[in-house]
């Protein structure tokens, strides 16, 4: 005996056309059994239970396909989450960025015709000013008064009038909203994938972590990320003028990190290598063979291979019975913005003379 195959409108997913669809497949299939369709029987209350229960299935059902897409997600945690697997880096807080101007008396020199130039000062990265309502800026780059750029826009006289005693010369620099802090992190036994969170809101960057041997873990983006670009000095004639300060180079990270935010929450998480791993020589040093090169046939060392001086198998060490010291900056605002001319005080001045030993502490 064949098997009767009956046809069901799945189109129907809402309460009242499941219900209409039950009775009507009642009244088709078992027309001698299901009799009753008054609003007030008992099958009335077994259909509007079983429509009940399709209704929130259907509605369940379409909630989790529609939150498993992008373009079609509602809830705000399955946007950012989506976000993140595509490589968003979401963060709730973030930081204005502007420039300011820098205005310095410098002490006029033996000819009194321009400033003493050994009174022209460095203001090093990290130095704060704050706004007329209470926000926070730090100096994101050094600001060297010996370059070429440095403007003198006036002067001040003496107290009689009679000679120049200061030149007020002028710097334009950048700065981002809010402050550097410092905290420190334990470390115990070696755990894969260490996460570890900090304790403090409104944190904006991550700016450096370094444990207790001195060992420095830069940021990545991913863990699989082995090369980060630093500034090298650049020791050529252009350094001394300011113009070109330093020169991006590739550095393997054998040590780095990445950051995880959750709402206001931030984590940092390491690889799973060992420091035992990047002790071991898998690799020659390069500046003790001779590879081949410039029409040599031979080489001093064949194990050497310079692509596996930027690999790494374990996403990164992680660190190990040690207390990483976290520098963050964090906003101490809710609103960092700042209006034209608002930054006008100087809460930590960061300055640094070449030889501070020759110069008059008075002038200084």
Not at 143 to 158: A, C, R
Not at 229 to 249: C, E, F
């Amino acid at each position: 005996m064949s098997k009767k195959i009956v046809p069901i409108d799945y189109t129907g997913n809402d309460f009242d056309n499941i219900k209409k669809n039950l009775v009507n497949y009642a009244k088709k299939y078992y027309p001698n059994t299901f009799k009753d369709f008054n609003e007030a029987s008992f099958g009335s209350l077994m259909t509007d239970l079983v429509s009940y229960v399709g209704d929130n299935l259907s509605f369940y059902l379409d909630y989790n396909a529609n939150e498993s897409f992008l373009d079609t997600s509602l809830e705000y945690e399955n946007v950012v989450m989506h976000a993140n697997q595509m490589g968003y880096k979401h963060s709730t807080t973030r930081s204005s960025v502007g420039e300011v101007d820098l205005y310095m008396p410098i002490p006029a020199s033996a000819t009194l015709s321009e400033p003493d130039k050994n009174y022209l000062p460095k203001i090093k990265k990290g130095a704060s000013f704050s706004t007329t309502e209470g926000n926070i800026f730090t100096l994101i780059d050094d600001v060297n008064f010996l370059s070429d750029d440095t403007q003198y826009v006036g002067d001040e006289l003496s107290a009689d009038g009679s000679k120049v005693a200061y030149y007020i010369v002028k710097k334009t620099a950048r700065v981002i909203s809010g402050e550097n802090r410092q905290t420190t992190l334990e470390v115990g036994d070696f755990q894969r994938f260490l996460k570890l969170k900090i304790q403090a809101s409104n944190i904006s960057e991550i700016i450096s972590v370094i444990d207790t041997n001195g060992n420095e873990y830069y940021e990545v983006d991913y863990l699989s990320q082995n090369v980060v670009y630093r500034p090298v000095l650049n020791r050529g004639t252009d350094s001394q003028t300011g113009a070109v300060q330093s020169i991006m180079k590739p550095f393997p990270v054998p040590r780095r990190f990445v950051v995880e935010r959750n709402g206001r929450e931030v984590f940092l998480v390491f690889g799973y290598g060992s420091e035992s791993e990047i002790k071991k020589e898998k690799v020659a040093d390069p500046s003790e063979i001779v590879l081949d090169i410039l029409g040599k046939n031979y080489v001093s060392n064949v194990t050497f291979d310079p692509s596996k001086l930027l690999t790494t198998e374990k996403f990164g060490v992680s660190p190990v019975n040690t207390e990483l010291t976290v520098t963050y900056r964090v906003n101490t605002e809710q609103n960092v913005n700042a209006a034209v001319g608002s930054v006008t005080t100087v809460v930590e001045p960061n300055i640094e003379f070449s030889n501070p030993q020759n110069l008059e502490a008075e002038k200084m």
